[in-house]
């Protein structure tokens, strides 16, 4: 450990109990989703299961609730119900890394845990410099630095980051978000034989690929996997124009799906269809887990998009993580549905059969709360059903067009409401949800589309309304949540 990197977790320490109080008794606090103990966290890092032990990194700006000079903060669990904040995995120590250890992943190799990120630096004349890099673990906690192992290619400018690395035989392959210098964004093939020397082997996706016309300047974030015999390639595309119901956001995440021919190399796909209808959802990784399970974890947030109108920040912290997610393939459209051992939080069902509404709104009995999984099975539906949450947020269906909607007040301009929506494939049937104390992940159709955003509702505000135009009759199960057990290690850096 250098003297840089002791002085960096020392000052992250000295922050992160300056703001300990402020930040513990915000009410808008997550109970099941994953928060920085101070400052901006923004996209998972390194996730993966090593030795019973899930380990999901985050790029964590802890002087500031805005983005910089990012670290790697580190989560560990063997249940997903019990957690543990373990002590800072990387920190922005070296020439390679001084401007922020930026986005990766990790694999195993010999025993051991290897961690793949950029390195972001800004030189003297003020230029960005980009440089993939390595760490090691033998004990999944205290990371070595190894140093720079891959170089900026010719054609691309240091927008070069977030190294997602995989073996297929004996070979290593690493997929790089990239831009070109015709401002193009793309996402590039590497590989290698030792893991500390790789091979630019070329494009595989991006603008002007595989008949894909222009598609954004820059892709963050790739992600290749195989799922049920088919090559996924995620990835979050900036520079998307809003078309219609899609592309809303920002900048968005999603996916395609295709055959990868890694000696050409050329990746053949699809078109691209977004993972996430909500207003915060971005960066996603998938790991594989030791029961063949592919599990995905998103960034509860969107750059550039209203961050520092988030009420949290005068709290001193910013963003979280989405739940994990087991993903697979049916119909040619990824499904995504909440992990079976989130059922380990449940408290005692509540159960309504066959409630009827018609040209009416209502309270139904017991239905509510601020850590709450909800699961609604519409019966039969006429015209427009529809549930208020806290006088804040509302999800609403048509049946005449076939479009679910989730809105709520526009951050910044609270006199207005924003909206999300979607055309489903097939009739609305039933909607499972996740409300924790400021967000809320809506799996629709058994995940056929999923909604994820944060709502900043009043603290106070529990109930949650059911409306009809027309008659609606549908059956509801409500649990309450107890919400993760922590424990920490951070202090441990003294």
Same mark, same amino acid.
């Given at each position: 450990?250098?003297?840089? /990197? ?10 992160? %109990? ?105 030189? @003297?004349?003020?230029?960005?410099? *980009? ?39 004996? !070979? ?11 401002? !193009? ?9 030792? #893991?500390? @020397? ?6 595989? *996706?991006?603008?002007?690929e595989n008949d894909l016309a222009s598609f954004g300047y ?5 992600? =290749?996997?195989?799922? %049920? ?7 979050s595309p900036q520079g998307l124009q809003a078309d219609g ?16 021919? @890694? $000696? ?39 750059? /550039?998009?209203? @961050? ?40 005692? &069902? ?10 009416? %709104? ?11 999984? #909800?699961?609604? !099975? ?8 529809? #549930? ?14 076939? &479009? ?17 929506? &979607? ?9 499972? =949800?996740?409300?924790? $104390? ?32 027309? %008659? ?23």
């Amino acid at each position: 450990m250098t003297a840089s /990197d002791q002085e960096l977790r020392r000052q992250v320490l000295e922050e992160v %109990q300056k703001h300990k109080a402020n930040v513990e008794n915000d009410p808008y606090r997550l109970q099941f989703h994953h928060m920085p103990p101070a400052g901006l966290m923004n996209d998972p890092n390194g996730w993966i299961q090593w030795k019973g032990t899930y380990h999901l990194f985050y790029q964590w700006m802890p002087f500031e609730t805005d983005h910089g000079a990012k670290f790697w903060g580190h989560y560990t669990t063997e249940d997903f119900i019990h957690w543990t904040h373990e002590k800072i995995a990387l920190t922005p120590s070296e020439w390679y890394d001084k401007d922020g250890c930026f986005s990766g992943s990790a694999i195993i190799h010999e025993d051991k845990l290897y961690l793949f990120y950029t390195g972001n630096v800004f030189n @003297e004349s003020g230029e960005r410099e *980009a440089y993939q890099c390595m760490a090691v673990s033998e004990d999944g906690v205290t990371f070595v630095k190894k140093g720079v192992v891959a170089h900026l290619p010719e054609g691309y400018t240091a927008h070069f980051r977030d190294p997602k690395v995989w073996k297929k035989g004996e !070979e290593w392959y690493m997929v790089v978000g990239a831009q070109t210098t015709e401002q !193009e964004g793309k996402v590039v093939l590497f590989r290698s034989s030792r #893991l500390t @020397e790789w091979q630019f082997l070329g494009e595989i *996706a991006g603008s002007g690929e595989n008949d894909l016309a222009s598609f954004g300047y820059m892709w963050e974030c790739p992600d =290749l996997f195989e799922l %049920q015999n088919t090559d996924v390639l995620i990835t979050s595309p900036q520079g998307l124009q809003a078309d219609g119901m899609d592309y809303a956001n920002t900048y968005q995440s999603g996916y395609f799906l295709g055959t990868l021919d @890694e $000696s050409v190399p050329h990746y053949r796909h699809g078109s691209f269809k977004e993972l996430d209808r909500g207003f915060e959802f971005y960066a996603p990784q998938t790991t594989l887990d030791e029961k063949g399970r592919r599990i995905l974890v998103g960034w509860m947030g969107v750059p /550039d998009q209203f @961050e520092q109108e988030h009420p949290t920040i005068e709290q001193q912290w910013i963003h979280c993580l989405t739940m994990p997610r087991q993903l697979s393939v049916r119909n040619q459209q990824i499904i995504q549905q909440p992990l079976e051992e989130y059922q380990a939080m449940r408290g005692p &069902v509540l159960l309504y059969s066959s409630i009827t509404i018609e040209n009416d %709104q209502k309270a139904v009995r017991g239905i509510g709360g601020r850590s709450t999984e #909800l699961f609604i !099975e519409m019966e039969t539906l006429d015209d427009q059903f529809a #549930l208020e949450l806290f006088q804040y947020a509302s999800i609403s269906y048509t049946k005449k067009d076939n &479009v679910i909607t989730v809105s709520r007040p526009h951050l910044k301009d609270k006199s207005q409401t924003e909206f999300r929506r &979607v055309k489903l494939e097939g009739e609305l049937r039933n909607l499972h =949800l996740f409300i924790d $104390s400021s967000s809320l992940e809506v799996f629709v159709n058994d995940g056929e589309e999923v909604f994820t955003s944060r709502i900043f509702a009043d603290p106070a505000e529990k109930d949650i309304l059911f409306t009809s135009i027309g %008659q609606t009759t549908f059956s509801i199960e409500q649990w309450s949540l107890s919400g993760f057990i922590h424990h920490s290690r951070l202090e441990e850096e003294k």
